[in-house]
């Protein structure tokens, strides 16, 4: 009798265990508000898309979802607080992935990115914009490249973000295809970067669109291409990078991720609420006037993703001899 009994509840716990695993401390998940850390300052396009992703989540869940910004460190020191954080699903970071896949090659890390998260999330792709100072003579990729070999190095790159984030790697990238040679000029964040280029202290940039575009309407940047693979509706018909140098691709992956060992239950909870909420129609709408766009992958191909860009990162910044302070 005993041994049936045993043997029904041992049973009935292993069906219920996905729900158990998804049970917050006072019930199932969430129970408790949710906070989101971005690693940057607010305003940026990691910041925009927490706030977009955690209020349509906390409407549907009925619990608070706050967004805490922690910058410094490019990046890196409000990761490793999450990755040092209770893997209950209650603290997560939201900020570039590209960051991280990056940071590996050039930081000594407190954290490991493929074993100390569990990658929830990719929540969406938003392109680089290849722009510079009124002050440059070149109106295309092929117009920049000509004037960078001329100037014998005097062109200096705006690192927005500051050494070792993503769009200075972009700079790196385009200078290996291109064979140029120009000066990198780190800044905290873009800007700061967008203003000085504005002022023609600096010449040349890849930055986000969040954070450029709207002086490019004014007339204060030129425009010469976007970065993504191919052309963006929102900006005309702007050519790529592409379309000059194959092949070339950068821009700003943000994702959400969350402590290793967090319940699959509670990542596969969250990627599917991810996954809704940038398919809403007024999200979609958003995100195009960000430059950005949706991005839907599985936890499983999100952790593919790292596995794949950390070793490519890892080249570039090895063969363009990138280093930080």
């Known amino acids: 009798m005993y041994k ?36 940057f300052p607010a305003g940026g396009t990691s910041d925009v898309l927490a706030r977009l992703v955690g209020q349509k ?19 890196n020191l409000g990761a490793d607080a999450v990755a040092k954080s209770a893997p209950d699903g209650y603290t997560l970071v939201l900020m570039d992935v590209g960051n991280l896949a990056i940071s590996p090659s050039l930081y000594k890390l407190p954290f490991n ?5 569990t990658p929830v999330a990719m929540v969406g792709y938003s392109p680089h914009l290849l722009v510079v100072s009124s002050k440059v003579p070149a109106n295309s990729v ?18 927005a973000a500051g ?25 905290k964040g873009g800007a700061q970067a967008i203003t000085d280029l504005i002022g023609g202290q600096v010449d040349v940039t890849f930055n986000g669109m969040v954070a450029t575009y709207p002086h490019v309407k004014s007339g204060k940047l030129k425009l010469l291409a976007v970065s ?4 963006n509706g929102q900006l005309g018909d702007v050519p790529t990078v592409s379309e000059t140098l194959p092949g070339f691709l950068t821009g700003s992956w943000q994702g959400l991720l969350a402590p290793a060992g967090t319940p699959k239950a509670i ?14 129609p007024d999200i979609k709408e958003r995100l195009a ?20 860009e950390i070793p490519a990162m890892a080249k570039i910044v090895k063969d363009g001899k990138v280093t930080v302070d």
């Open 142 to 159: 092929a117009e920049l490249v000509a004037y960078a070999k001329a100037q014998n190095g005097k062109v200096n790159f705006a690192a």
């Open 113 to 117: 990115v493929l074993t100390d998260f």
């Open 228 to 231: 993504s693979a191919k052309r």
């Open 289 to 308: 006037t960000l430059g950005a766009e949706p991005s839907a992958m599985t936890p499983e191909q999100f952790s593919n993703w790292f596995k794949t």
């Open 267 to 280: 990542a596969d909870k969250l990627n599917a609420e991810v996954a809704r909420i940038v398919a809403l």
């Open 57 to 75: 989540m906390g409407e549907a869940w009925g619990q608070p979802v706050v967004v805490e910004n922690r910058p410094g460190s490019n990046g």
């Open 163 to 187: 050494m070792g984030s993503a769009p200075h790697l972009a700079g790196v990238i385009f200078a290996q295809k291109t064979g140029i040679d120009w000066g990198y000029v780190p800044y």
């Open 4 to 39: 049936k009994i045993l043997t029904s509840l041992g049973a009935a716990l292993v069906c219920a265990s996905p729900m158990v695993m998804a049970q917050g401390a006072g019930g199932a998940y969430p129970a408790k508000p949710i906070k989101i850390v971005v690693p």
